[in-house]
């Protein structure tokens, strides 16, 4: 009975330096899992829309493609307009035919130099192209291996997009959408101009603005808010929108995107035509304004475009 009662003798599990490893260890293992969990979903599972599928799209032919000059990211993007052929072809058909590659667009530059900025200060996010068009911008941000959310109506051009994701194998990386982007959701007439579909527009007066001759085709278009697309949870680097005259709608319906914080806001490029701005009922004014109420404070106008930031 003498060894009946022993001095209770501490749990060693509960001491301090076992507490401390312990701790260490979940600390480090949350880590790795934070650091290796799969990045935020590249869709957002309330959008209104789903995303193109590329791989079903009926295949246009014949496919005229070629690498870009002159980019630090070089890419690939087909023509959708061919021009008049054969008296007047597109110009990068001709400089095919004399064994150059297609010219520059200034966007691509404009796109990449930003990023390329954007990497060396260590951020990352993705990048959102309204207006998308062939994909000029949309692949200048992919070939750096960007994120990227593409949104454009005209068939013809996506199909282009369709290819471009196939050349520069950046299906992994390329959100297209089908839609044009407003400040309401349902559908909207667009106007599109026979050979030249880079000018298709919502505005009818836009549309024709440059080429007054060209065939005017109306069709009905899907019409989305970016806030109803993008995840809460992306972080956009840099937001630019080429739509003819319809900007103002477009960033009417970017409000939360735009209403972020400084340093999570979005870097915004716009195209700022007064004579395309004034045919969609909107203005120049109206639209610096609308941005400053929501910290946009700092825009520059380069070319025929607007550049802001927080």
Same mark, same amino acid.
């Given at each position: 009975?003498? !060894? /009946?009662?022993?001095?209770?003798?501490?749990?060693?599990l509960t001491t301090p330096k076992l507490l401390f490893l312990l701790t260490s260890t979940s600390l480090i293992l949350l880590t790795f899992f934070y650091?290796?969990?799969?990045?935020?979903?590249?869709?957002?599972?309330?959008?209104? @829309?789903?995303? =193109?599928?590329?791989?079903?799209?009926?295949?246009?032919?014949? @496919?005229?493609?070629?690498?870009? #000059?002159?980019?630090?990211?070089?890419?690939?993007?087909?023509?959708?307009? =061919?021009?008049?052929?054969?008296?007047?072809?597109?110009?990068?058909?001709?400089? +095919?035919?004399?064994?150059?590659? =297609?010219?520059?667009?200034?966007?691509?530059?404009?796109?990449?130099?930003? &990023?390329?900025? +954007?990497?060396?200060? *260590?951020?990352?996010?993705?990048?959102?192209?309204?207006?998308?068009?062939?994909?000029? /911008?949309?692949?200048?941000?992919?070939? +750096?291996?960007?994120?990227v959310y593409a949104f454009e109506p005209v068939l013809e051009n996506l199909q282009s997009v369709c290819n471009g994701i196939y050349f520069n194998r950046?299906?992994?990386?390329?959100?297209?959408?089908?839609?044009?982007?407003?400040?309401?959701?349902? !559908?909207?007439? =667009?106007?599109?101009?026979?050979?030249? &579909?880079? !000018?298709?527009?919502?505005?009818?007066?836009?549309?024709?603005?440059?080429?007054?001759?060209?065939?005017?085709?109306?069709?009905?278009?899907?019409?989305?808010? &970016?806030?109803?697309?993008?995840?809460?949870? #992306?972080?956009?680097?840099?937001?630019? @929108?080429?739509?003819?005259?319809? #900007?103002?709608?477009?960033?009417?319906?970017?409000?939360?995107?735009?209403?972020?914080?400084?340093?999570?806001?979005?870097?915004? @490029?716009? #195209?700022?035509?007064?004579?395309?701005?004034?045919?969609? !009922?909107?203005?120049?004014?109206?639209?610096?304004?609308?941005?400053?109420?929501? *910290?946009?404070?700092?825009?520059?106008?380069?070319?025929?475009?607007?550049?802001?930031?927080?």
């Amino acid at each position: 009975m003498a !060894n /009946a009662w022993k001095k209770y003798k501490s749990n060693k599990l509960t001491t301090p330096k076992l507490l401390f490893l312990l701790t260490s260890t979940s600390l480090i293992l949350l880590t790795f899992f934070y650091l290796t969990a799969p990045p935020t979903p590249f869709f957002n599972p309330t959008s209104p @829309i789903h995303p =193109f599928n590329y791989t079903n799209t009926p295949q246009p032919h014949p @496919i005229i493609a070629n690498q870009v #000059e002159g980019l630090k990211h070089p890419f690939i993007y087909s023509l959708s307009d =061919f021009g008049s052929l054969p008296d007047k072809p597109h110009k990068n058909i001709v400089r +095919m035919l004399k064994g150059k590659l =297609f010219r520059r667009p200034d966007i691509s530059v404009t796109v990449q130099d930003l &990023l390329d900025k +954007m990497r060396a200060e *260590g951020r990352t996010g993705a990048f959102v192209d309204v207006g998308a068009n062939v994909g000029m /911008a949309t692949f200048a941000a992919a070939v +750096m291996g960007f994120r990227v959310y593409a949104f454009e109506p005209v068939l013809e051009n996506l199909q282009s997009v369709c290819n471009g994701i196939y050349f520069n194998r950046v299906g992994d990386l390329v959100r297209l959408f089908e839609a044009a982007t407003s400040d309401r959701l349902g !559908n909207i007439t =667009f106007h599109k101009l026979v050979g030249r &579909l880079d !000018n298709s527009a919502v505005s009818a007066a836009g549309a024709k603005l440059a080429f007054k001759s060209n065939e005017e085709v109306e069709l009905q278009v899907r019409s989305v808010l &970016l806030d109803l697309v993008i995840p809460e949870t #992306e972080r956009v680097l840099l937001l630019k @929108i080429d739509v003819q005259g319809w #900007e103002y709608h477009v960033l009417k319906g970017a409000k939360k995107l735009l209403s972020r914080k400084k340093g999570e806001a979005p870097y915004l @490029i716009y #195209e700022e035509d007064e004579r395309l701005l004034q045919a969609s !009922n909107s203005s120049s004014t109206e639209i610096r304004k609308f941005l400053g109420g929501l *910290g946009y404070t700092h825009c520059v106008q380069k070319g025929t475009d607007a550049h802001c930031t927080k």
